[in-house]
């Protein structure tokens, strides 16, 4: 007999069900119980950089909004620092980078408001031919190049609803960041071109002065999202 | 040694997306394979919690929303540690828990069974871990439903938990399940994960030494999530 590894097991996902908000968002639920639910306020009032809001909904496979999704979301601040103690610098005072959302009962229609987060200093391989495009672009990157790729701004996202078995994880991009996008290791690990603009959030105007960016998920059917097994 | 990246899920042990007795999932599945993504430091990362977010009385469904008395059901303690999958106790991380009453009814606007809702119970609770990974809350026994899947499907009694971990690819949301319940084996939901061994891992057991004798029996339920590689060798790049 050969020597047993003692490494203990993931304990395995359940849906989050119908009635998640209960749990992590019982006012939406019709009730209040906590002094202050958690997730609403994602960036702070002394973050840098640009406000932002960001609007979206998701697709199911015949088409319709999904209306009892959560939605959580976690991104750098405009420095592409994660409030995290490994994230890569200093944050400012009350910026938690973590938000969590759910979408309106009736229309799924889901938002929320944060900042433009900064370019994030990936610890990922560049595939290749991507690290000819980096180098190119910014020669100051040559030695950092293994290791340290530069992953264009992006907000990670993890999705729940009942009928969703396992917590689905995936990014929104920013359209508008051309050239960023353009080197960012993880939109260039998708082998289909065509299924990279699934993960970019379009610029759909202003509200207050404040730039809104639309992003639209679709669980399955034609222009199905990237969702990454991380 | 410096921390690197988490153990690659066992999805064989998690349920797939597209799981067709669970009819809700058939629309509500991503019909193309996931992209395999080497962790960055956006994954490696998450949100950290403090006890200013929560209040002690988080965790004890029984107060934390009572009004005029005490909820009706059987008293319980729900108690265990969230560990990784190197056994290392998993510290100061967010617990999230709800579930139905007694009767197997949830207090969201939502739920229409014929159960009452109970004046007294919210259903929901939080807490921190400790530095030993320790979490415990107080609530009552939630009852069976039936739901529409079947004609006559019946969830078995289970509390819905969610924890964190240190990095976001950590985060889970799962059930837990009561030890000797018969409508377990007849779960659409619970079979959805396709390792039997799996889905005892969901299963608190009675935990007599813990219960509260006169007061409070106790169900042990530990947490595992996703277990952290070290970099041996400082000649290889960070995280490479």
Redesign the interface.
């Known amino acids: 007999m050969t020597q047993k590894l ?19 968002a ?1 006012g939406a ?3 209040d ?4 639910e ?1 997730g609403w306020d994602i960036a702070g009032h002394k973050a840098k950089g640009q406000r932002i809001r960001v609007e979206g909904v998701v697709i ?3 088409g ?1 909004p ?1 209306k ?1 999704v959560l939605l ?1 979301a ?1 991104q ?1 601040n405009s420095e592409g620092h ?7 610098g200093k944050v400012e005072d009350g910026f ?3 938000g969590r959302v759910i979408t309106n ?1 009736e229309t799924g229609e889901w938002g929320f408001d944060t900042v433009k987060p900064g370019a ?6 560049l595939g290749s031919g991507v690290a000819e495009k980096v180098a190119s672009s910014d020669p100051d990157w040559q030695g950092r190049m ?2 340290h790729a530069p ?1 264009a701004p ?1 907000i ?1 996202l ?1 999705i ?10 995936t ?1 929104m991009y920013f359209e508008d960041e051309t050239e960023a996008n353009a080197v960012d290791p ?1 939109l260039n ?2 082998e289909w071109e065509n ?1 990279r603009g699934t993960l970019l959030a379009k610029r759909a105007g202003e509200r207050d002065g404040v730039p809104v960016y639309r992003f639209e998920i679709r ?3 034609d222009n ?7 | 040694m410096k ?1 690197a ?1 988490f153990y690659q ?3 064989h ?5 597209l ?1 067709p007795d ?1 009819k ?9 394979s ?16 403090g006890h200013n ?3 002690p009385i ?1 965790n004890d469904l029984i107060k ?2 009572a009004k005029d008395g005490d909820p009706v059901g059987e008293r319980i303690i729900v108690h265990g540690r969230v ?5 290392r106790p998993v510290p100061n991380t ?1 617990v ?3 579930q139905a009453n007694a009767g197997g009814r ?6 229409t069974y014929l159960a009452p809702i109970d004046p007294n119970f ?3 609770g ?1 807490t921190i871990t400790d530095e030993n990974g320790y979490y415990f809350f107080r609530t009552v026994k939630p009852g069976a439903y039936p739901w529409r899947n079947w004609v006559n499907n019946w969830r078995p009694a289970h509390i ?1 938990v ?1 924890v964190f971990g ?1 990095g ?2 950590q ?5 837990l399940y009561f030890e000797g319940d018969p409508l377990i084996p007849l779960c659409p ?2 079979a ?2 396709p ?1 039997p061994d ?2 005892q ?2 299963i608190a057991k009675l935990d007599m030494n813990a219960s509260v004798p006169l007061d409070c029996i106790a169900y042990k339920f530990d ?5 952290r590689r070290s970099t041996l060798f400082e000649n290889r ?4």
């Open positions: 003692d490494y203990l097991k993931e304990s395995p996902s359940q849906t989050a069900g119908p009635y998640v908000h209960i749990g992590l019982p639920a019709g009730f119980i906590y002094k202050q958690l199911d496979g015949m319709s999904v009892d959580e976690w750098a994660y409030a995290h103690p490994e994230g890569g938690r980078g973590w009962f994030v200093h990936a610890r990922v391989k293994d290791s992953m992006h990670n993890w729940v609803a009942r009928g969703i078995n396992i917590g689905l994880n990014r993880v690990l998708i299924r669980l399955q059917g199905e999202t990237v969702f990454f097994d991380v | 921390p990246e899920r066992d999805r042990r998690h349920p797939p997306a799981t669970y809700t999932s058939v629309a509500r599945s991503p019909r193309y996931m992209i395999s993504l080497q962790q960055s430091v956006s994954e490696i990362t998450g949100p950290v919690f977010d929560i209040d988080d934390n929303y560990l990784d999958e190197n056994a967010l999230e828990v709800w949830y207090r969201h606007k939502k739920d919210g259903g929901c939080r819905h969610s240190s976001f690819c985060r889970l949301i799962t059930q939901i619970v959805t994960i390792d799996a889905v891992q969901l947490i595992v999530l996703r277990g790049l960070e995280g490479n």
